[in-house]
Nanobody
Framework: QVQLAESGGGLVQPGGSLRLSCAAS????????MAWYRQAPGKQRELVAA???????NYADSVKGRFTISRDNAKNTLYLQMNNLKPKDAAVYYC??????????WGQGTQVTVSS
Protein backbone atom coordinates (compact mmCIF):
# COMPACT_ATOMS: atom_id res chain seq x y z
CA GLN A 1 0.00 0.00 0.00
CA VAL A 2 1.10 3.52 -0.80
CA GLN A 3 -0.30 6.68 0.76
CA LEU A 4 -0.02 10.03 -1.00
CA ALA A 5 -0.67 13.48 0.44
CA GLU A 6 -0.70 16.56 -1.77
CA SER A 7 -0.24 20.12 -0.57
CA GLY A 8 0.58 23.55 -1.93
CA GLY A 9 -2.56 24.45 -3.81
CA GLY A 10 -4.29 27.78 -3.44
CA LEU A 11 -5.43 30.95 -5.15
CA VAL A 12 -3.01 32.68 -7.46
CA GLN A 13 -3.33 35.47 -9.99
CA PRO A 14 -2.74 34.80 -13.69
CA GLY A 15 0.99 34.81 -14.35
CA GLY A 16 1.76 33.68 -10.83
CA SER A 17 3.47 30.55 -9.54
CA LEU A 18 2.75 27.70 -7.17
CA ARG A 19 4.68 24.64 -6.11
CA LEU A 20 2.72 21.50 -5.32
CA SER A 21 4.12 18.75 -3.14
CA CYS A 22 3.16 15.09 -2.85
CA ALA A 23 4.51 13.20 0.14
CA ALA A 24 4.56 9.43 -0.28
CA SER A 25 4.54 6.87 2.51
CA UNK A 26 4.00 3.16 2.91
CA UNK A 27 5.54 0.76 0.39
CA UNK A 28 7.83 3.36 -1.17
CA UNK A 29 10.16 0.77 -2.64
CA UNK A 30 7.34 -0.64 -4.77
CA UNK A 31 6.78 2.66 -6.62
CA UNK A 32 8.13 2.67 -10.17
CA UNK A 33 6.42 5.74 -11.64
CA MET A 34 4.82 8.92 -10.34
CA ALA A 35 2.78 11.61 -11.98
CA TRP A 36 0.62 14.66 -11.56
CA TYR A 37 -2.90 14.75 -12.97
CA ARG A 38 -5.57 17.42 -12.85
CA GLN A 39 -9.31 17.55 -13.17
CA ALA A 40 -11.32 20.66 -13.86
CA PRO A 41 -15.10 20.79 -13.22
CA GLY A 42 -16.98 18.92 -15.91
CA LYS A 43 -13.82 17.57 -17.51
CA GLN A 44 -11.96 14.29 -17.44
CA ARG A 45 -8.87 13.83 -15.35
CA GLU A 46 -5.81 14.50 -17.49
CA LEU A 47 -2.11 13.83 -17.20
CA VAL A 48 -0.07 16.95 -16.48
CA ALA A 49 3.46 15.65 -15.90
CA ALA A 50 5.08 12.33 -15.10
CA UNK A 51 8.24 10.50 -14.23
CA UNK A 52 8.22 7.23 -16.14
CA UNK A 53 9.57 3.95 -14.82
CA UNK A 54 12.69 4.67 -16.87
CA UNK A 55 13.22 7.99 -15.08
CA UNK A 56 12.32 10.22 -18.01
CA UNK A 57 9.75 12.99 -17.80
CA ASN A 58 6.64 13.64 -19.85
CA TYR A 59 4.52 16.78 -19.98
CA ALA A 60 1.16 17.65 -21.43
CA ASP A 61 1.60 20.01 -24.35
CA SER A 62 -0.46 22.63 -22.55
CA VAL A 63 2.08 22.94 -19.71
CA LYS A 64 5.41 22.45 -21.49
CA GLY A 65 7.80 25.25 -20.70
CA ARG A 66 5.74 26.40 -17.72
CA PHE A 67 5.55 23.40 -15.37
CA THR A 68 8.42 21.30 -14.01
CA ILE A 69 8.11 17.95 -12.26
CA SER A 70 10.83 17.00 -9.81
CA ARG A 71 11.39 14.71 -6.86
CA ASP A 72 13.40 14.43 -3.68
CA ASN A 73 13.98 10.75 -3.07
CA ALA A 74 15.41 11.40 0.40
CA LYS A 75 12.12 13.02 1.40
CA ASN A 76 9.91 10.66 -0.64
CA THR A 77 8.32 13.74 -2.14
CA LEU A 78 7.22 14.63 -5.64
CA TYR A 79 6.92 18.27 -6.71
CA LEU A 80 5.25 20.24 -9.45
CA GLN A 81 6.55 23.74 -9.99
CA MET A 82 3.94 25.73 -11.90
CA ASN A 83 4.92 29.07 -13.42
CA ASN A 84 3.02 31.56 -15.56
CA LEU A 85 -0.27 30.08 -14.43
CA LYS A 86 -3.31 30.65 -16.59
CA PRO A 87 -7.02 30.47 -15.75
CA LYS A 88 -7.23 27.25 -17.77
CA ASP A 89 -4.79 25.64 -15.30
CA ALA A 90 -7.39 25.86 -12.53
CA ALA A 91 -8.30 22.38 -11.36
CA VAL A 92 -7.89 19.87 -8.58
CA TYR A 93 -4.39 18.45 -8.90
CA TYR A 94 -3.79 14.83 -7.96
CA CYS A 95 -0.64 12.86 -7.35
CA UNK A 96 -0.50 9.30 -8.68
CA UNK A 97 1.91 6.48 -7.96
CA UNK A 98 2.16 3.22 -9.87
CA UNK A 99 3.77 0.21 -8.28
CA UNK A 100 5.52 -2.88 -9.48
CA UNK A 101 2.51 -4.94 -8.47
CA UNK A 102 0.30 -3.11 -10.99
CA UNK A 103 -1.13 -0.93 -8.24
CA UNK A 104 -2.22 2.64 -8.82
CA UNK A 105 -2.65 5.00 -5.91
CA TRP A 106 -4.08 8.51 -5.69
CA GLY A 107 -3.86 11.33 -3.22
CA GLN A 108 -6.84 13.35 -2.07
CA GLY A 109 -6.05 16.24 -4.41
CA THR A 110 -5.23 19.90 -3.91
CA GLN A 111 -7.22 22.77 -5.42
CA VAL A 112 -5.52 25.29 -7.67
CA THR A 113 -7.49 28.42 -8.49
CA VAL A 114 -6.16 30.97 -10.98
CA SER A 115 -8.08 34.20 -10.90
CA SER A 116 -7.57 37.93 -10.68
Amino acid sequence: QVQLAESGGGLVQPGGSLRLSCAASGSISSINAMAWYRQAPGKQRELVAAFTSGGTTNYADSVKGRFTISRDNAKNTLYLQMNNLKPKDAAVYYCNAKTSGWGSYWGQGTQVTVSS
